[in-house]
Every structure is written in C-alpha cells, then in structure tokens.
C-alpha cells in the first residue's frame, strides 16, 4: 500500500484534459464527503460532481465549501456540482434516479459507492422485502451500477476512463448459500454484514466482462 504521502501527491497530480463527470452515494458523510472535497479540491472546480444522499443541508454545506467553479468560456464544458436527494434503501429510488440521468447526462467517468450502514441487530425489511443494511451495502451497488453501464460506456466511447468503485468493507467469507441469498432462511445481523461485501465483490468481478 503506497504511504499518505503518496496518496496525495497523486491526487494533487490529477489534471484531466476532459471534465470528469463524478458521482458519489453517501456523499454527504464519512468517506463519501472526503472523497467528494478531495475531487473538488483537486480539480479546483473543473469538473461535474453529484452527490447522492439523503441529507440536504449537509450536501449545501460541503457544496458551499467547494472551490468555485471556473467559467467555461467557449469550451462548451460543464464545470458544476449538484445534490440528488434520494433514500438508497428502495430501489425504485435508485432506477428513478438512473433514470433521470440517462436522460440528462451524456457521460458518467468516476461512480463510487460509498453509502453504507452499520449494525447487526436483526432483519428490518424495507417496503420491497430487502433487508435494508442488504440494500445499501449491496443491491444499490448492483442496481445503480447496471442502470448507469450505457453513462459508463459513454465515457469510455470519448476516450475517457470509466471506472466503477465499491466501498463497502472487508467480508467474511462464511460460505454463500445459493438458496438463500436473500438471507430469508439463515439471517443475522452480523451475516449480513459479512456476506455483503463478498456479494459485492463477485458482482464487480463478473460485471467487469461488461466493460
């Protein structure tokens, strides 16, 4: 692992020739607002940043403290930041947004996955029947991420990189049930925690065929 030192003199070192489009899930807290200021701050603005989440005041807020974007003169760039309020844990949420993205973006480059939830009591459904620490550490992940593919593809149509990232943390591998990967049968808190990244790291490896 490269030291923080490192780290950062490649962040500082980012420059692109082309305006990122970048979009972030749980933006508006932990790793989701760092990333978020660390793109901004970076790029000093040059570029296009949505974050995703369900707060508000706290998007306004980070959004407030970014660097103000650069004119665009003539260059026909889209230099601007933007909030989607939006509850991960339903999926009807995440294809609405999709939606509305295809039909507005002509590329997406950078979509990170940073909403998250910690916990291990015991099942809490949403209105779907998705457990909901299921939901945002892994079905968000995979809906959000197979809805965008043609933004993805896009990008990489331009000669631009397009590149899909999950955060999520370390599983455990406790052995996956191929009946039961709802966890219906067999569920604890501290299963779901473990089995979700495991999920999310299979459902990565396969769908980078796709790319």
């Known amino acids: 692992m490269p030291s923080l030192s490192v780290a950062r003199n490649s962040n500082a070192s980012f420059t692109p020739s082309y305006v990122p489009t970048i979009l972030i899930t ?16 970076n790029l000093h603005g040059r ?4 974050l995703v989440g369900r ?17 665009s003169g003539n260059t026909g760039a889209k230099y601007t930041y933007e909030f ?26 950078f ?13 809490v459904d949403t209105e779907e029947g998705i457990d909901r620490k ?18 993805l593809r896009k ?14 943390g370390s599983g455990v ?12 049968k067999t569920y604890t808190g501290f299963k779901a925690m473990a089995q979700t990244p495991v999920y999310a790291d299979i459902i990565l490896a396969a769908s980078s065929a796709h790319f």
């Open 84 to 109: 989607i309020q939006c509850d991960v844990t339903l999926m009807k949420n995440i294809h609405a947004m999709a939606k509305d993205l295809l039909n507005r973006l002509t590329k997406i480059n």
């Open 173 to 184: 591998p406790l052995g996956i049930d191929l009946d039961d990967l709802g966890l219906r």
């Open 155 to 168: 990008a990489q149509k331009m000669g631009e990189p397009a590149a899909v990232e999950f955060v999520c």
């Open 55 to 71: 707060n508000r005041a706290a998007a306004e807020r980070i959004i407030a403290s970014f660097p103000t974007p650069p004119s």
């Open 26 to 41: 749980g933006a508006t807290l932990g790793i989701g607002q760092s990333m978020s200021e660390i793109f901004a701050r």
């Open 134 to 151: 299921m939901a945002v550490r892994y079905y968000v992940k995979f809906a959000l991420s197979y809805d965008l593919l043609p933004l």
């Open 47 to 50: 570029a296009h940043i949505i």
């Open 111 to 123: 979509l990170i996955h940073c909403a998250g939830i910690n916990g291990f009591r015991g099942r």
